[in-house]
């Protein structure tokens, strides 16, 4: 299982390289060039590596970007290889809009684990008694964060943003309407496929002064999607619904104890496997389209789909 993984890539000719928590990126003739890696990570941190999962994040952003289009205009120009996308190279908004449609989660970001604890004001709203794990909130609520490129992502609330004008109040006010009508679209359309969007994230930049969304948008790593009927069914029993989506990865994380905090445990093939099959699975529910499977390395692969660039 090792040797089929895409860990990083160096590319000669475009320039210095970038590396956030998955993607590698260059910054080339007024573009970036966006490699996904297979790398994941969970509570901020880099755990491991899942074969096909770069492909999986990159080709299922392509697929939201084209039916959110119309919604906001997003950062995608091509889609050269199953791993890279060119996009505009557009100013990040250093602000991480979390989206939440239930009350879950085992991170020290989710709203679930506050509430166990206790805190009924949480992100600066104020949640009702008698909430239990996973249920359905009267409506989506917004719990934005900062954007680290490495580290923890910090809570924030919206009077926060306001109060140290991180940004400006009529650029908060068009972020907020904005991720809830994509919220609401990707709703929509995993629904029809038997799925829950249960919550995810947004990120925005600005691109001649204009709002536009960046870096992926409905995908396992950047959201948590339930199968509908496990819901239905196990939600009442205290049961976790069936999921597909990174939580698989980060419940067998925090049921051996770990949260972010110290070394992680070593991840198992059988892990692995189980989240790349997780990831194929939910592209190919919310597409319609048969994942292709292909075989590694792929870093040559990668050159060849970029030689055209130049």
């Not at 190919?284 to 970029?306: M, V």
Request: charged share 30%.
């Amino acid at each position: 299982m090792r040797s089929n993984i895409f860990k990083t890539i160096n590319i000669k000719g475009y320039g210095k390289k970038y590396s956030g928590k998955v993607r590698d990126y260059y910054i080339f003739d007024g573009k970036r060039i966006l490699i996904t890696t297979d790398r994941i990570s969970a509570f901020d941190v880099n755990l491991g590596y899942i074969p096909y999962k770069g492909a999986v994040l990159n080709l299922l952003s392509a697929f939201w970007f084209e039916k959110t289009k119309k919604i906001v205009a997003n950062h995608m120009i091509s889609v050269p290889d199953p791993n890279v996308m060119i996009v505009k190279d557009a100013k990040p908004i250093s602000i991480e809009m979390v989206i939440r449609g239930y009350i879950t989660g085992v991170t020290a970001t989710s709203i679930w684990g506050s509430y166990e604890e206790g805190e009924r004001i949480i992100y600066g709203i104020k949640f009702p008694e008698g909430l239990k794990k996973n249920q359905k909130l009267p409506t989506p609520v917004i719990t934005p964060t900062t954007k680290a490129e490495t580290g923890h992502d910090e809570r924030l609330t919206e009077k926060e943003i306001l109060q140290r004008r991180i940004i400006p109040p009529k650029l908060w006010e068009q972020m907020k309407k904005t991720a809830l009508l994509l919220f609401e679209k990707g709703t929509e359309i995993c629904s029809k496929a038997g799925i829950i969007l249960v919550d995810t994230k947004y990120e925005f930049g600005l691109l001649d002064g204009k709002l536009i969304l960046i870096d992926e948008i409905h995908t396992p790593d950047s959201s948590r999607f339930w199968v509908k009927d496990s819901y239905n069914k196990k939600f009442s029993k205290g049961l976790e619904p069936e999921n597909f989506d990174k939580e698989f990865l980060r419940i067998w994380y925090a049921d051996r104890g770990y949260k972010g905090e110290g070394k992680p445990p070593k991840m198992p093939e059988s892990l692995q496997k189980g989240v790349a099959n997780r990831y194929i699975t939910i592209y190919e529910k919310i597409t319609g389209k048969k994942f292709k499977r292909f075989k590694y390395p792929i870093e040559e692969r990668i050159r060849k789909s970029l030689s055209g660039l130049k």
